[in-house]
């Protein structure tokens, strides 16, 4: 059964482009005669946040204020894109905002977080700790807890599928990064909403590998640390409510390395000059690995952000890797 029909997907979008355009999708030449193969980028760096999330959160915020009139606020837990795109549609729809984030996460997503309007808190060592400490923070402060995961978050989060897959619906393959797992579900449900053959194929770093585990071994499974510099990815268990899609969407799950996520930022930077943080570039990380067996055909790579730090993003031009302690 389909997640979404064409016309839910489409509501969506309407909705969505009341605030946003829609994301382009190109054919760099340069990364056609690297990779041996056609891929279009989906450039999600492109959106008001600087990532995918967004549209989800314009989503949410809708179904919120319909369905809960009375809400003062919301309360999150994040990495970063997540948080910004609450903060963001918050303050689009006159609510205030609460974003828990990890000790050591992103010193400018939590500014640009603080510059949407949201009280950013600082709680614990993981995303899984921040989740926590979220829930806490819904109870004692009658807010509503806005979960990872989310039917109208993902309907949200469609739309990007849903304009590349409507230009560009010969693709063989997409390759989506995953952390909490709702680009790579959209992207599921988009397909099968228009009929299509496209293989979709998760990305995740080698650091915090739990989605990998969960869809080779077909239980929901924890890992002990998700110790990555690609923040979006930094994920120590999967959402059950996702794993239930991916589980029988997707193709197959990927692992790239710090070094290989490292690589494709400056491939990025190289051939497209785009900017994009390690989550945004492990999709052709993951091409780039398997592109022999891919050779000639139509490739997606979802770009998802392009929130770096500039040490960060420095450092990886010079020629660095990375090591998040």
């Given at each position: 059964?389909n997640l979404f029909t064409k016309d839910e997907i489409a509501d969506a979008a309407q909705r969505v482009y009341q605030h946003m355009h829609p994301t382009p999708q190109y054919m760099w030449p340069l990364l056609c005669q690297r990779t041996g193969v056609n891929v279009w980028v989906k450039h999600e760096n492109h959106a008001p946040?600087?990532?995918?999330?967004?549209?989800?959160?314009?989503?949410?915020?809708?179904?919120?204020?319909?369905?809960?009139?009375?809400?003062?606020?919301?309360?999150?837990?994040?990495?970063?894109?997540?948080?910004?795109?609450?903060?963001?549609?918050?303050?689009?729809?006159?609510?205030?905002?609460?974003?828990?984030?990890?000790?050591?996460?992103?010193?400018?997503?939590?500014?640009?977080?603080?510059?949407?309007?949201?009280?950013?808190?600082?709680?614990?060592?993981?995303?899984?700790?921040?989740?926590?400490?979220?829930?806490?923070?819904?109870?004692?402060?009658?807010?509503?807890?806005?979960?990872?995961?989310?039917?109208?978050?993902?309907?949200?989060?469609?739309?990007?599928?849903?304009?590349?897959?409507?230009?560009?619906?010969?693709?063989?393959?997409?390759?989506?990064?995953?952390?909490?797992?709702?680009?790579?579900?959209?992207?599921?449900?988009?397909?099968?909403?228009?009929?299509?053959?496209?293989?979709?194929?998760?990305?995740?770093?080698?650091?915090?590998?739990?989605?990998?585990?969960?869809?080779?071994?077909?239980?929901?499974?924890?890992?002990?640390?998700?110790?990555?510099?690609?923040?979006?990815?930094?994920?120590?268990?999967?959402?059950?409510?996702?794993?239930?899609?991916?589980?029988?969407?997707?193709?197959?799950?990927?692992?790239?390395?710090?070094?290989?996520?490292?690589?494709?930022?400056?491939?990025?930077?190289?051939?497209?000059?785009?900017?994009?943080?390690?989550?945004?570039?492990?999709?052709?990380?993951?091409?780039?690995?398997?592109?022999?067996?891919?050779?000639?055909?139509?490739?997606?790579?979802?770009?998802?952000?392009?929130?770096?730090?500039?040490?960060?993003?420095?450092?990886?031009?010079?020629?660095?890797?990375?090591?998040?302690?």
């Open positions: 059964m946040t600087g990532a995918f999330k967004i549209r989800g959160g314009i989503t949410f915020m809708n179904w919120l204020k319909r369905t809960h009139p009375d809400v003062a606020g919301i309360v999150t837990a994040t990495r970063g894109n997540h948080g910004q795109s609450q903060a963001l549609s918050a303050k689009w729809a006159g609510l205030m905002a609460k974003i828990v984030v990890p000790f050591g996460n992103s010193l400018e997503k939590n500014k640009a977080m603080r510059a949407f309007g949201a009280e950013v808190i600082e709680f614990g060592n993981d995303f899984d700790d921040a989740r926590k400490e979220a829930a806490r923070q819904a109870e004692q402060g009658g807010l509503f807890l806005v979960p990872p995961f989310h039917q109208e978050l993902l309907r949200g989060v469609s739309t990007y599928a849903f304009e590349l897959l409507t230009a560009v619906p010969d693709l063989d393959t997409v390759y989506v990064p995953m952390g909490c797992g709702s680009g790579i579900c959209s992207v599921i449900a988009v397909r099968d909403a228009l009929g299509l053959a496209t293989k979709v194929v998760g990305v995740v770093s080698s650091a915090a590998p739990a989605a990998k585990i969960s869809f080779e071994t077909g239980r929901v499974t924890e890992t002990a640390s998700a110790n990555t510099f690609a923040d979006g990815l930094a994920v120590r268990a999967p959402i059950p409510e996702a794993f239930a899609i991916y589980a029988k969407g997707a193709e197959r799950i990927v692992a790239v390395s710090e070094v290989e996520i490292a690589e494709a930022i400056r491939v990025y930077y190289s051939d497209t000059h785009n900017l994009t943080e390690g989550a945004g570039a492990a999709a052709l990380a993951a091409l780039l690995k398997e592109r022999d067996v891919l050779h000639g055909k139509e490739v997606g790579v979802i770009l998802s952000g392009g929130n770096i730090d500039l040490a960060v993003y420095s450092g990886i031009l010079e020629g660095g890797s990375p090591v998040k302690r």
